[in-house]
């Protein structure tokens, strides 16, 4: 899709817009791809079939921003309109003011021409429950902030609802984290097998079985350095998180000596939410549920993704759900853990009906949090090579409207909400929870209200700088190999974190 962005009165740095641009390209026209014609745009756009024009216009009082599009023989002018005065705030807001003008008037083009909203409107991001957190705390009703997504942003009622629900927690999570705490995340890369749609780092056991005892060393040495860097720093843990790949695929041993590392070395006394992935059923012990049980493991998630045995075959899963039933009884009688299950609509070979069937069955079994994810066709997962044997868009909207009709009913609530790019049908992932388990955890890395450190393998730090929300990042090794490689690198690396803890604190 050709792009140009002009204007005949206002002095603007256009390629900073070219990203703002894109993102709405892709989520009103996913198969294009943007370029940038040189020279000024055309005065007349015939012959053209697939095109874009912005053009910002500076009035006396109003600032139009309008995006001319082309699409086909057919186009479609949209306008957004804001008043002059914000062009000469500061450039920072004068940015955010003109990216959004930008994207709402070639989303109210762009829709017209397809002739449907989308569910999202004109968000493009990957957390669409920011905005509506941001209006609750600064006083805004949920009704307000629901009102406004509706309004200005175009968001279907249903997913503003959503977004408005989720955003209630995160302000519980704001109000209730401390200047001082951190969170960690440990992750494990190892799987027992890889699943066909997975582009996680994950090592399937079997190949790098060697790797694993390794591993458990060199994490627990990096679990004593961070421990050491959080005392001298004055921060305190409050919540973990244990993901990966499938952290259950540790022997019992290897998890208690991980686990044992973690209270020797880290002040846990503030920690309110420990979490461990089980996911797999096929690495579930009454052995490992016991070590998780000695420790501080509070929350444990067992995820079927699906409950039926063809599509669990499809994905390459070497369970049942029946499996899936017996390791959720060992977890419930190994000890008193909240647990959470994944379901992913969308899968190959899955149905809306056999998709309610899998949420039914889940149900069933009463967890504590279930979480439904879309499926992300992600590059390097073997599914983006046969993307037919998918449901279609349509099956998935259905499977995920009626599962929440389902989770509402049966008393569970969303708490936190995001979306992933490549996401079949722009959909979304959501965690619901009965009341009083939702996961701090979650809330706190999805909207990124403070720092989480990041352990293990294939894990990302997340430096969040308070009251701006300048965010860093720092990459662990993505696989155990190099993972074992760069470990003293990594310790340095760790260390040099300590200005920014000592700072914000
Ligand atoms: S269990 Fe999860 S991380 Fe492991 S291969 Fe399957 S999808 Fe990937």
Redesign the pocket.
């Known amino acids: 899709m050709k792009i140009w962005l002009t204007s005949d009165n206002v002095d603007w740095d256009t390629s900073r817009y070219h990203y703002a641009a894109e993102q709405m390209m892709l989520t009103l026209f996913p198969l294009e791809k943007p370029e940038y014609p040189e020279g000024p745009a055309p005065t007349s756009l015939v012959g053209e079939h697939n095109a874009v024009i912005f053009t910002l216009h500076r009035g006396k009082k109003l600032t139009n921003m309008s995006a001319l599009v082309f699409r086909g023989d057919r186009w479609h002018n949209g306008v957004v309109r804001f008043p002059s005065e914000k062009l000469d705030e500061t450039p920072e807001a004068v940015y955010h003011t003109v990216q959004r003008a930008l994207k709402q008037s070639f989303y109210n083009a762009g829709s017209a021409l397809l002739g449907h909203d989308l569910p999202w409107g004109s968000l493009t991001g990957v957390r669409p429950t920011k905005l509506p957190t941001r209006a609750l705390l600064a006083g805004a009703t949920p009704k307000q902030a629901q009102k406004e997504l509706e309004k200005t942003y175009h968001v279907s009622p249903f997913r503003a609802q959503l977004a408005v629900d989720c955003a209630g927690e995160s302000v519980k999570a704001v109000r209730s984290l401390q200047p001082d705490e951190v969170s960690l995340y440990i992750g494990i890369p190892?799987?027992?097998?890889?699943?066909v749609?997975?582009?996680?780092?994950?090592a399937?056991v079997d190949k790098c079985l060697p790797l694993v005892e390794p591993f458990t060393e060199a994490l627990c040495r990096e679990i004593q350095a961070t421990g050491a860097l959080l005392r001298d720093t004055g921060r305190a843990v409050r919540t973990v998180y244990m993901g990966?790949?499938?952290p259950t695929t540790l022997s019992a041993g290897q998890m208690d000596r991980v686990l044992s590392a973690l209270e020797a070395h880290m002040d846990l006394s503030r920690c309110t939410e420990f979490t461990v992935e089980a996911?797999?059923p096929d690495t579930i012990t009454p052995e490992k549920l016991a070590v998780l049980a000695n420790h501080k493991v509070g929350r444990v998630s067992v995820?079927p993704?699906s409950m039926e045995d063809a599509v669990l075959a499809r994905?390459?899963?070497p369970h049942t759900g029946e499996d899936i039933r017996k390791a959720y009884g060992q977890v419930r009688s190994a000890g008193q853990f909240a647990v959470n299950m994944d379901l992913i609509a969308g899968l190959p070979g899955d149905s809306p009906v056999g998709f309610a069937r899998s949420l039914e069955e889940v149900m069933a079994l009463e967890p504590e949090n279930i979480t439904v994810h879309t499926l992300a066709l992600k590059k390097g997962s073997r599914l983006m090579e046969n993307p037919e044997e998918l449901p279609t868009d349509e099956q998935v909207e259905n499977m995920l409207n009626n599962a929440w009709t389902a989770l509402r009913s049966a008393g569970y609530a969303p708490y936190y909400l995001y979306r992933q790019k490549y996401m079949s049908g722009s959909f979304e992932n959501v965690g619901w929870a009965k009341p009083g388990y939702a996961s701090l955890y979650n809330i706190a890395m999805m909207e990124e209200l403070h720092t989480i450190l990041a352990l293990g393998g294939g894990g990302v730090t997340k430096l969040v700088w308070p009251g701006t929300g300048k965010i860093e990042r720092v990459t662990n090794p993505k696989y155990p190999q190099e993972y074992l490689r760069d470990l003293e690198k990594l310790l340095k690396e760790k260390a040099a974190l300590a200005g920014f803890l000592r700072e914000t604190r």
């Open positions: 190892f799987c027992p097998s890889r699943c749609y997975c582009s996680f780092i994950s399937a990966g790949g499938t996911g797999r995820n993704q994905m390459g899963r």
